[in-house]
Each structure stands twice: as structure tokens, then as C-alpha cells.
T-cell receptor, first 111, second 114 residues
Framework: ELKVEQNPLFLSMQEGKNYTIYCNYS?????LYWYRQDPGKSLESLFV?????AVKQEGRLMASLDTKARLSTLHITAAVHDLSATYFC???????????FGKGTRLHILP | GAGVSQTPSNKVTEKGKYVELRCDPI?????LYWYRQSLGQGPEFLIY????????DSGLPNDRFFAVRPEGSVSTLKIQRTERGDSAVYLC????????????FGPGTRLTVT
């Protein structure tokens, strides 16, 4: 069964700094997701990565996928306070299948 | 357009009672998923519907949990003889087959069992 591990689980950083969240998964995953969740809110889809070497960027966030290493990263460039949230990495083994989530990385950006 | 909606947004019930949680998926989405999220954790899969049938119910924790989707649209998650450990946020998601396979999540129902 697919297992998804994120690290770090908690990250406090200063505005303007760069940082990376890492996501390792245990077995072949058909697709890799990144979601954002604000406190008390539902999940917002950020990226869906489908193939090895895929890189997607939206604003200050960039996600990449290395299927050989079973690793995805979410890179934050020049962080701003508004990016404070919990970020989840997740994967599926097959199309249409359930999503298996990591425990989440709680990101706190200090102004 | 309208997203996934869930009702109620909050439900407080006493231990031992029966509850129903409702999910309205995005119009035209054939796949519907239920997840449960405990405090400080990632969502955990419960059950997945393709049309009217449950394609995968392997995440339902025990036989007190049951879900239906009789017309292939709205789904109801039913919990019998609720226990305090059932307290969590129950999330519903839907997706369309043949598209990006993104799952779009609803706002969730926060269930508290006292």
C-alpha cells in the first residue's frame, strides 16, 4: 500500500526566505498532489504532477516530481505571510483511486 | 460554478446516536469520495463511489459506518451508534473521469460526539 511521508512537519520561517518541503512515497504512484489547507477550512488543490520530471509553478510555489527517487518537493520562494498554512502531499496508486495523504507540513511565516 | 457542498457544516451529537452527513458533488462528476480528518492529521480515505456503486469501501473503520449514493449524485454518510472517537471533520470530494483526475473537496462537516 502507498505510504506518503512529509518533512518537516512544522516549519517556521522569516518572510523573504526560501525553503523546501519534501515528500517521499513508498511505491509507484500514478499521480502526486499538493494541497493547501488554512485553519478550519477545506483543502485547496495547488498542483497535480503526473510524470517524472514534471515541474509546475504558481506564484511563489513550485512543485517537482522525481518518480525514480519517489520524491516530490514543494519549493517556496521569498516567502510571504499569506503563505502560512498547512501543506499536504498526497498520491494515488491508480486512476480514480483514493488519495493517500501525508501528515502535512504546518508552515508559519513570520512577518 | 458551484463547488462541492456538504451539510450540515457542524453536527454535535450524543454518544450512541445516529447521524447522517450529506454531500452534493460538482454537477457532472461521476466519482465521489469520503475522507475523515482528525485534528492535526491528514485526511484518511473512507469510501469511493463510481456512479451509484461503491468502488472501494476499504477505509470504512467498521460496520457502524455506511454510505449510499442512490442516484449517482448526492451521497449520504451514515454513522450508527456514534462514539467519541468518531469526532472529526468529514470531507467529501468529487472528480470527473477522463479529465485531470483532480479531486475537488467540499468544506467538510465537523462532527462532535459528546
Amino acid at each position: 500500500e502507498l505510504k506518503v511521508e512529509q518533512n518537516p512537519l512544522f516549519l517556521s520561517m522569516q518572510e523573504g526566505k526560501n525553503y523546501t518541503i519534501y515528500c517521499n512515497y513508498s511505491t509507484t504512484s500514478d499521480r502526486l498532489y499538493w494541497y493547501r489547507q488554512d485553519p478550519g477550512k477545506s483543502l485547496e488543490s495547488l498542483f497535480v504532477l503526473l510524470s517524472n520530471g514534471a515541474v509546475k509553478q504558481e506564484g511563489r510555489l513550485m512543485a517537482s516530481l522525481d518518480t525514480k527517487a519517489r520524491l516530490s518537493t514543494l519549493h517556496i520562494t521569498a516567502a510571504v505571510h499569506d503563505l502560512s498554512a498547512t501543506y499536504f502531499c498526497a498520491g494515488t496508486m491508480n486512476r480514480d483511486d483514493k488519495i493517500i495523504f501525508g501528515k502535512g507540513t504546518r508552515l508559519h511565516i513570520l512577518p | 460554478g458551484a463547488g462541492v457542498s456538504q451539510t450540515p457544516s457542524n453536527k454535535v451529537t450524543e454518544k450512541g446516536k445516529y447521524v447522517e452527513l450529506r454531500c452534493d458533488p460538482i454537477s457532472g462528476h461521476t466519482a465521489l469520495y469520503w475522507y475523515r480528518q482528525s485534528l492535526g492529521q491528514g485526511p484518511e480515505f473512507l469510501i469511493y463511489f463510481q456512479g451509484t456503486g461503491a468502488a472501494d469501501d476499504s477505509g470504512l473503520p467498521n460496520d457502524r459506518f455506511f454510505a449510499v449514493r442512490p442516484e449517482g449524485s448526492v451521497s449520504t454518510l451514515k454513522i450508527q451508534r456514534t462514539e467519541r472517537g468518531d469526532s472529526a471533520v468529514y470531507l467529501c470530494a468529487s472528480s470527473t473521469i477522463g479529465g485531470s483526475y483532480e479531486q475537488y473537496f467540499g468544506p467538510g462537516t465537523r462532527l462532535t460526539v459528546t
